[in-house]
Protein backbone atom coordinates (compact mmCIF):
# COMPACT_ATOMS: atom_id res chain seq x y z
CA UNK A 1 0.00 0.00 0.00
CA UNK A 2 1.67 3.13 -1.25
CA UNK A 3 -0.65 5.49 -0.35
CA UNK A 4 -2.37 5.67 3.37
CA UNK A 5 -0.49 5.49 6.79
CA UNK A 6 1.60 3.23 8.02
CA UNK A 7 2.35 1.75 11.87
CA UNK A 8 5.38 -0.46 12.36
CA UNK A 9 5.32 -2.40 15.38
CA UNK A 10 8.30 -5.16 16.40
CA UNK A 11 5.85 -7.92 15.42
CA UNK A 12 3.66 -6.31 13.23
CA UNK A 13 3.04 -3.77 10.15
CA UNK A 14 -0.24 -1.82 10.29
CA UNK A 15 -1.47 0.01 7.29
CA UNK A 16 -4.56 2.18 6.80
CA UNK A 17 -6.05 3.24 3.66
CA UNK A 18 -8.94 6.09 3.96
CA UNK A 19 -11.82 5.72 1.46
CA UNK A 20 -15.00 7.74 1.10
CA UNK A 21 -17.24 5.12 1.30
CA UNK A 22 -20.18 4.05 4.25
CA UNK A 23 -19.33 0.74 3.95
CA UNK A 24 -17.91 -0.76 7.51
CA UNK A 25 -14.41 -1.06 7.85
CA UNK A 26 -12.27 -3.76 6.17
CA UNK A 27 -9.78 -5.75 8.06
CA UNK A 28 -6.76 -7.87 6.13
CA UNK A 29 -4.27 -10.40 7.29
CA UNK A 30 -0.51 -11.14 5.38
CA UNK A 31 0.98 -13.79 7.11
CA UNK A 32 4.12 -14.79 4.78
CA UNK A 33 5.97 -18.40 5.53
CA UNK A 34 9.04 -16.60 7.35
CA UNK A 35 6.56 -16.14 10.49
CA UNK A 36 6.47 -20.42 10.43
CA UNK A 37 4.96 -23.33 9.12
CA UNK A 38 1.42 -23.88 8.10
CA UNK A 39 0.46 -24.53 11.33
CA UNK A 40 2.26 -21.23 13.39
CA UNK A 41 0.89 -19.12 10.20
CA UNK A 42 -2.70 -20.44 11.24
CA UNK A 43 -2.46 -19.66 14.51
CA UNK A 44 -1.22 -16.26 13.83
CA UNK A 45 -3.28 -15.36 11.72
CA UNK A 46 -6.31 -16.48 13.87
CA UNK A 47 -4.87 -14.38 16.98
CA UNK A 48 -4.76 -11.04 14.64
CA UNK A 49 -8.27 -11.45 13.66
CA UNK A 50 -9.32 -11.93 17.41
CA UNK A 51 -7.60 -8.73 18.13
CA UNK A 52 -9.05 -7.00 15.26
CA UNK A 53 -12.65 -7.79 16.76
CA UNK A 54 -11.78 -6.83 19.86
CA UNK A 55 -9.86 -3.79 18.93
CA UNK A 56 -13.07 -2.37 16.67
CA UNK A 57 -14.94 -2.04 20.08
CA UNK A 58 -12.75 0.37 21.72
CA UNK A 59 -10.73 1.52 18.90
CA UNK A 60 -13.39 3.43 16.45
CA UNK A 61 -12.25 2.94 13.04
CA UNK A 62 -13.74 5.20 10.39
CA UNK A 63 -15.90 3.64 8.10
CA UNK A 64 -15.05 3.08 4.54
CA UNK A 65 -11.06 2.46 5.92
CA UNK A 66 -8.90 -0.54 4.78
CA UNK A 67 -7.03 -2.28 7.34
CA UNK A 68 -4.23 -4.24 6.60
CA UNK A 69 -1.90 -6.06 9.04
CA UNK A 70 1.08 -7.72 8.07
CA UNK A 71 2.53 -10.30 10.59
CA UNK A 72 6.65 -9.97 11.07
CA UNK A 73 8.80 -12.76 11.43
CA UNK A 74 9.08 -13.88 15.34
CA UNK A 75 4.89 -13.12 15.63
CA UNK A 76 4.53 -17.02 15.97
CA UNK A 77 6.47 -16.75 19.31
CA UNK A 78 4.72 -14.11 20.98
CA UNK A 79 2.15 -14.31 23.48
CA UNK A 80 -1.40 -13.13 22.82
CA UNK A 81 -1.11 -10.51 25.59
CA UNK A 82 2.32 -8.76 23.36
CA UNK A 83 0.93 -9.41 20.19
CA UNK A 84 -2.55 -7.74 21.67
CA UNK A 85 -0.92 -5.16 23.02
CA UNK A 86 1.43 -4.22 19.71
CA UNK A 87 -1.68 -4.46 17.45
CA UNK A 88 -3.81 -2.15 19.48
CA UNK A 89 -0.98 0.45 19.48
CA UNK A 90 -0.14 0.61 16.04
CA UNK A 91 -4.20 0.76 15.50
CA UNK A 92 -4.17 3.66 17.83
CA UNK A 93 -1.19 5.47 15.67
CA UNK A 94 -2.79 5.04 12.09
CA UNK A 95 -6.56 5.49 13.13
CA UNK A 96 -5.81 8.83 14.80
CA UNK A 97 -3.48 9.64 12.19
Keep these: MRRGRRAAQPHAVLYRLRSPSADPPRFG???????GSAVVRNRVRRRVQAVCATAVSSIPVPAGDTIVIRALPGA?????????????????RVVTA
Design 29 to 35: VIVSKQV
Design 76 to 92: GEVDWDTLRAEIDAGLR
